[in-house]
Structures are given as structure tokens and as C-alpha cells.
């Protein structure tokens, strides 16, 4: 059981280039999301999803999509990378309960030059 | 639109002190849900408590213990003894009703000096 895993951990980009990351969940989970970490900030909401094949907007959605596809896969894509866009990537997913609590993976580094 | 206030960026302490996280929250919904979790320095977040808006009761948890005030919109955590490995990034957040849209505030650095 891996939980949530992100790939990749570090990616390079040049302004204007495009990527996308990608999120794993093993957990069945329903809710899924993508988060961004600057310096000095907690984490911000880019997108989430309730389910396969819907999405939502978050608190700063600009400048990136997502798809969802399938349950377990959550897609952040950066059509042409900024430098504001350099940043900690984290996704997490959830399924409601006691606890309620969100699952983060590891982390995408990502810096745009 | 909900927002969260850590107002210590940082806080140094000696181990075995006693340290508290601020945490002050604003919301106009009577349903939300307040949590706490720990970045340490490896960088994965760990989550340590959820509380709902319906319940006021102080949790202790081993050395951990949260206190939820409503009338003071705030949800401080306090360590008690504490010690090096408590040495990390504290985030306190905020979602309203439907639990998606999770507000996080600017955390606080804690250090634990030996």
C-alpha cells in the first residue's frame, strides 16, 4: 500500500514550456487534490476532484489544468510554465470519515527558469 | 472566503519547555472542520487532529493537546515537554461545509533546541 505517490520528485522547466505532474492514490480514495508551498506560505488549493471526470477549481487555479480520468490518477498540467509557477507541488486525496483527513504525497519540486 | 492567521512565524524554545501555536480562523459558515498538521524538515505532511465546528472539547493527545475556542475563533496547540523531534512546520487549517476547499495558514517553524 503506497498511499499516494507523485511523480516526478524534481523537474527543470523553461518559461513557456509545458508539463504535466501526476498523482497515484492506492487507497480507493474519492476526493483528490493539488496544492502549491512557497516560501513562507502554507499550502494554497490549485484544483480538486470529487470524482472521476469532474474537477474543481481551488483558491489559485491560473495557469494549470487537470484531469481525472480514472479513480486513482489526479493530473496537473502547466501548459507554458512561468517563473511565479516555481514552487512545491503537493497532492492529497481523502475519503470522508472520522477522521476525515487528507493524504499528501511527497512533494514535486519544481522550479521555472 | 475562510481564512486562517499563525501569527509566530518562528518560535525557539529549550527542550522540555512547554510551547504554544497560535491559531485564529475566520469563517462565516456555523460548519467547518479546523486542523492541525506537521511538515518536518524531510518535507511530507503529517496530520495530527481534525475538529468539527459542533465540538468544543479539548483533545489531549500523549503530549500533544488542542484548544478549540470558539467564542475567540481560535484553535491554539500546545506540546508539552517538548523535544528535538518535535522540531518542524506547523500548519493550522480551515475548510467550511463540504470539506474541499482547505485553507491552510502560513504555519509556524518550531525549533527544539537541545
Known amino acids: 500500500n503506497a498511499g499516494v505517490t507523485q511523480t516526478p520528485k524534481f523537474r527543470v522547466l523553461k518559461t513557456g514550456q509545458s508539463m504535466t505532474l501526476l498523482c497515484a492514490q492506492d487507497?480507493?480514495?474519492?476526493?483528490m487534490y493539488w496544492y502549491r508551498q512557497d516560501p513562507g506560505m502554507g499550502l494554497r488549493l490549485i484544483h480538486y476532484?470529487?470524482?472521476?471526470?469532474?474537477?474543481a477549481k481551488g483558491e489559485v487555479p491560473d495557469g494549470y489544468n487537470v484531469s481525472r480520468l480514472k479513480k486513482q490518477n489526479f493530473l496537473l498540467g502547466l501548459e507554458s510554465a512561468a517563473p511565479s509557477q516555481t514552487s512545491v507541488y503537493f497532492c492529497?486525496?481523502?475519503?470522508?470519515?472520522?477522521?476525515?483527513?487528507?493524504?499528501f504525497g511527497p512533494g514535486t519540486r519544481l522550479t521555472v527558469t | 472566503a475562510q481564512k486562517v492567521t499563525q501569527a509566530q512565524t518562528e518560535i525557539s524554545v529549550v527542550e522540555k519547555e512547554d510551547v504554544t501555536l497560535d491559531c485564529v480562523y475566520e469563517?462565516?459558515?456555523?460548519?467547518?472542520?479546523l486542523f492541525w498538521y506537521k511538515q518536518p524538515p524531510s518535507g511530507e505532511l503529517v496530520f495530527l487532529i481534525r475538529?468539527?465546528?459542533?465540538?468544543?472539547q479539548n483533545e489531549i493527545s500523549g503530549r500533544y493537546s488542542w484548544n478549540f475556542q470558539k467564542s475567540t475563533s481560535s484553535f491554539n496547540f500546545t506540546i508539552t515537554a517538548s523535544q528535538v523531534v518535535d522540531s518542524a512546520v506547523y500548519f493550522c487549517?480551515?475548510?467550511?461545509?463540504?470539506?474541499?476547499?482547505?485553507?491552510f495558514g502560513a504555519g509556524t517553524r518550531l525549533t527544539v533546541k537541545p
Open positions: 469563517t462565516r459558515d456555523t460548519t467547518y472542520y
Open positions: 476532484s470529487v470524482g472521476e471526470g469532474t474537477t
Open positions: 492529497a486525496s481523502r475519503k470522508p470519515g472520522v477522521r476525515d483527513e487528507q493524504y
Open positions: 475538529r468539527n465546528s459542533f465540538d468544543e
Open positions: 487507497m480507493n480514495h474519492e476526493y
Open positions: 487549517a480551515l475548510s467550511e461545509f463540504d470539506n474541499n476547499d482547505m485553507r
